[in-house]
């Protein structure tokens, strides 16, 4: 009614009214359009705005110029018209610094400590995070930051750190322990192999892939020869309940990839010795055992179906597919072995 021209509209938008009717008013038509609109930002934001970078000659609402934040000193890109419109996308929380928005919004969402500690709880109860605790260094960090903080492994036997959304959103927990085995038994084998002979090597791959095979854990080398690869599993491969678990990845699935470089190994005529993770950590009997039967494998001596699988006598590999596909082989070739 104003200037006469017509212009299409969101309904959520109108509210505002036709900026630059307003604009060209508010700077008597032709005068200064920057100063009004930096009014107004004012009226609207209060003055935590500096403008100094900002085009202020050949001033147009739809040209982008540089604004920061005097809070935290964040610099952003934004056009008048935007910056002004308090219902504007960008403009969140009635906040016109995206990253002081960010934050608000982060406030407004984040859970109290009694929210968290039962949804941690809710996640117990179905099976997660068994070996982790919420204790009172997990509490006083949380109610001091908005990030990362401690929570007590009974595995480790000691804190690790993460983001507690990321706690209860996913099955995800302590990956340390998983790692430490895995850097024990690589440090005790490599050092009771080398009392047997320097031809020995051992590598850590830590999930890096093996060439023809895939992603394993730890391959034993004689003489430049791989001759057998150590997987080091934990419960994921047995129970779908297990904080490892990849989300959205059942069991029958981690067992199917288990098989299928079991079966490329078998290929390239490298044995798999599978130890459970939780019977190997600290534990010299379990490395004691991996040492006897990579001998048995190195100097192809009669191996049984616990010189394949150990996992001290707590039967977890009856649940593994390949357990019971190694124990068929193994019958045949005992068949085969004895007399007639």
Not at 14 to 29: E, W
Not at 213 to 222: L, P, T
Request: hydrophobic share 30%; net charge positive.
């Amino acid at each position: 009614m104003i200037c006469l021209k017509v212009r299409y509209y969101r309904p959520g938008d109108i509210l505002g009214g036709h900026y630059h009717c307003y604009y060209d008013s508010k700077a008597n038509s032709k005068g200064n359009d920057f100063i009004a609109s930096k009014e107004k930002s004012i009226e609207m934001f209060g003055d935590v705005i500096d403008f100094s970078k900002f085009l202020k000659n050949k001033f147009d609402f739809e040209q982008s110029g540089t604004m920061i934040c005097k809070i935290c000193s964040c610099e952003w890109e934004r056009n008048m018209h935007q910056h002004l419109r308090p219902l504007h996308s960008k403009n969140k929380n009635g906040l016109a610094c995206p990253k002081c928005s960010h934050m608000q919004s982060g406030k407004a969402r984040r859970k109290t400590w009694d929210e968290c500690k039962s949804d941690f709880e809710k996640l117990k109860k179905n099976g997660y995070h068994n070996e982790l605790e919420l204790r009172e260094e997990t509490r006083n960090a949380y109610e001091k930051t908005d990030s990362v903080v401690p929570v007590y492994c009974a595995i480790c036997k000691e804190f690790y750190h993460t983001n507690m959304s990321k706690l209860l959103s996913s099955k995800h927990g302590c990956s340390k322990h998983r790692f430490k085995t895995e850097r024990f038994v690589v440090k005790y084998i490599e050092s009771e192999l080398a009392k047997i002979s320097d031809k020995y090597t051992v590598v850590h791959h830590n999930l890096k892939h093996y060439e023809g095979v895939g992603a394993v854990d730890i391959s034993v080398n004689y003489d430049g020869k791989t001759i057998t690869f150590v997987e080091v599993d934990g419960r994921q491969h047995f129970s779908d309940d297990a904080y490892f678990s990849v989300v959205g990845r059942s069991v029958e699935e981690t067992q199917k990839s288990d098989v299928d470089k079991h079966i490329k190994a078998e290929h390239l005529n490298i044995h798999v010795i599978r130890v459970y993770q939780e019977y190997a950590l600290n534990n010299n009997d379990a490395i004691n055992k991996l040492v006897n039967s990579i001998e048995k494998i190195r100097l192809q001596q009669p191996i049984i179906i616990e010189d394949l699988f150990i996992d001290d006598g707590k039967n977890v590999y009856q649940e593994h597919t390949l357990y019971h596909y190694e124990s068929q082989k193994l019958e045949v070739f005992n068949k085969s072995k004895t007399p007639s």
